[in-house]
T-cell receptor
């Protein structure tokens, strides 16, 4: 079983739509959680960290449910520039390596 | 401030040959990481340097891979001899310190093709 599971998509949505991505993880010792964004043939870039209380950054909202080992990302008012692959990433306690999901592809169309 | 740089951006070699990838971290970042993404799979951790020391090399696939960071500045990752399954994108990342408060900044990657 993969450590981080994501729906690969693609999610095809019109501009202005709200879209949600989910991610589950298997290691309950995981301590830190992140959403990264990766554009085609580019490097991953940190979008936001995910906190237990949930956190928001503009149009983006991330939530963590430790009991269910589940992370989500909500994007409101989608823009064409949001088209990318969204990577669910975690870091286990005591280690500094990042563990990546395979990513969910989002395509926003006019 | 310059980001993480990697060289070369692309490399095409034949099976059995040797390739050396280079990573220059952000200046002042003691922590340097190597990751790779093989076709159709997720990005996976290879190893972590703190300055010139290997902190964690649990992700190195086998002894055909050798990573070095002499002097604690840039790092090289040598693959010798290369096999077909080594094809993929090799990313380097660096961070100022360890812990979730310190973002790992990724370089643009080296796309390796072994034929």
């Amino acid at each position: 079983r993969k450590e981080v599971e994501q729906d690969p998509g693609p999610f095809n949505v019109p501009e202005g739509a709200t879209v949600a991505f989910n991610c589950t993880y298997s290691n309950s010792a995981s301590q830190s959680f992140f959403w990264y964004r990766q554009d085609c043939r580019k490097e991953p870039k940190l979008l936001m960290s995910v906190y237990s209380s949930g956190n928001e950054d503009g149009r983006f909202t991330a939530q963590l449910n430790r009991a269910s080992q589940y992370i989500s990302l909500l994007i409101r008012d989608s823009k064409l520039s949001d088209s990318a692959t969204y990577l669910c990433v975690l870091r286990s306690g005591g280690y500094n390596k990042l563990i990546f999901g395979a990513g969910t592809r989002l395509a926003v169309h006019p | 401030e310059a980001g993480v740089t990697q060289f070369p951006s692309h490399s095409v070699i034949e099976k059995g040959q040797t390739v050396t990838l280079r990573c220059d971290p952000i200046s002042g970042h003691d922590n340097l990481y190597w990751y790779r993404r093989v076709m159709g799979k997720e990005i996976k951790f290879l190893l972590h340097f703190v300055k010139e020391s290997k902190q964690d090399e649990s992700g190195m696939p086998n002894n055909r891979f050798l990573a070095e960071r002499t002097g604690g500045t840039y790092s090289t990752l040598k693959v010798q001899p290369a096999e077909l399954e080594d094809s993929g994108v090799y990313f380097c990342a660096s961070s100022q310190d360890t812990g979730s408060a310190y973002e790992q900044y990724f370089g643009p990657g080296t796309r390796l093709t072994v034929t």
